[in-house]
């Protein structure tokens, strides 16, 4: 490929990216009930996931004290809710 026909074939692509993004602007309209739901259940799943990684180490730690899993569940649920 020459020099030249590469530029020609960058800017080509840089015309569908632009043409896709604008058509995407223009049919906003109807994607917005799909990112309504995705975001409704996203968050949920992502506050569990982050929920899950910050209180594992104190659910395990517990375990070793010597104290039930369920039973140090239960307190951190009872503890994460009452803030």
Request: charged share 10%.
């Amino acid at each position: 490929m020459t020099k030249q026909s590469k530029w020609l074939m960058r800017g080509v692509i840089l015309l569908l990216i632009l043409t896709i993004i604008w058509m995407l602007y223009q049919t906003s309209f109807i994607l917005q009930p799909v990112v309504i739901i995705i975001r409704a259940i996203a968050l949920p799943f992502i506050v569990a996931g982050v929920g899950f990684y910050l209180l594992r180490p104190i659910i395990r730690w517990a375990e070793q004290k010597g104290i039930k899993r369920l039973y140090s569940n239960t307190i951190m649920y009872i503890v994460t809710h009452a803030c």
